[in-house]
């Protein structure tokens, strides 16, 4: 984990479209996420959002780099 006072930046690879929601921890900085939600019309991003929030326990996710991109650099605070 990368931390910037008080925020880390974690890398994710996003399996949109999925049958399941999955989340595989591969390191500290490094997940593999399964949603359910199609890659269109930020559905996707928005969910993988949602996902993250509850899983880390963090009031604030923001996608930093690889909006269109199943490689994202995501915002931890």
């Not at 996003?14 to 390191?27: G, L």
């Not at 359910?36 to 996608?63: F, G, H, M, S, W």
């Not at 490689?71 to 931890?76: N, S, W």
């Amino acid at each position: 984990m990368l931390f910037l006072w008080n925020k880390m930046i974690l890398t994710i690879k996003v399996h949109a479209n999925s049958s399941r929601e999955k989340i595989n921890k591969i390191n500290d900085k490094e997940y593999e996420i399964w949603i359910k939600a199609k890659p269109q019309d930020n559905k996707a991003n928005t969910e993988l959002c949602k996902l993250l929030k509850r899983y880390l326990q963090v009031k604030e996710v923001i996608i930093k780099s690889g909006f269109t991109s199943k490689i994202k650099k995501v915002e931890i605070n």
